[in-house]
């Protein structure tokens, strides 16, 4: 099975549908199909979790909607630190993206070519490709690359953090 069938298998599994032009509107005689998006998964993203996996293998080019919603502190207990999927308005070459706002929801893709153990060391590497992108309070993204979607907060000193985001992810077909 290739994983384009894996996703679309998983895709019949939970299905619940939503019509982007509305009722009434699908059953056009000759006219194009009208675009659906379909609910893949609804998920936490604690402000202290570091990245997420969200369980989803994706292809490239496949076009996801995120809609996030939720509040996480950037720094617990400090009242200034609270943010939205937005992020606070601050930018760090340190973050995994750094022309974006500390805190702000952000994805990436990861493909794992292979994992081996180290001749000299005995430690397991992975050898991964990985691409970062913005996701903010909602974004239509087509995936970077093929591999496994996660999600997290855009910063790199995660421990202190507190709250969540609570991601839905659709996808376009
Ligand atoms: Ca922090």
């Known amino acids: 099975m290739t994983t384009g069938e894996h996703v679309l298998r998983f895709l019949m ?3 619940a549908v939503l019509w982007l032009g509305g009722p009434g509107l699908p059953c056009g005689e000759g006219t194009s199909r009208s675009p659906q998006i379909v609910l893949l998964k609804k998920l936490a993203v ?4 570091g990245w997420v996996d969200t369980g989803i293998d994706v292809e ?3 076009e996801l909607v995120f809609q996030a919603e939720g509040r996480i502190s950037l720094q617990k207990g400090n009242p200034d630190a609270g943010c ?13 993206l750094p022309d974006r ?3 702000c929801l952000a994805g990436k893709v990861v493909w794992l070519l292979e994992v081996r153990k180290d001749e000299r060391t005995g430690e397991e590497v ?3 490709f990985i691409r970062y992108f913005y996701v903010g309070r ?4 087509s995936m970077p690359l093929q591999g496994r979607l996660f999600l997290g907060v855009n910063e790199n000193i995660v421990k202190d953090n507190d709250g969540e985001f609570v991601v ?4 376009k077909s």
């Open 138 to 141: 909602e974004q239509t993204v």
């Open 101 to 103: 706002n500390l805190g």
């Open 60 to 62: 490239e080019g496949q």
């Open 168 to 171: 839905s992810i659709y996808i």
């Open 46 to 49: 604690p402000g202290n979790a």
């Open 126 to 128: 992975r050898d991964e």
């Open 84 to 96: 939205d999927p937005e992020g606070y308005d601050i930018q760090g070459f340190q973050q995994p």
């Open 13 to 15: 599994g939970g299905a």
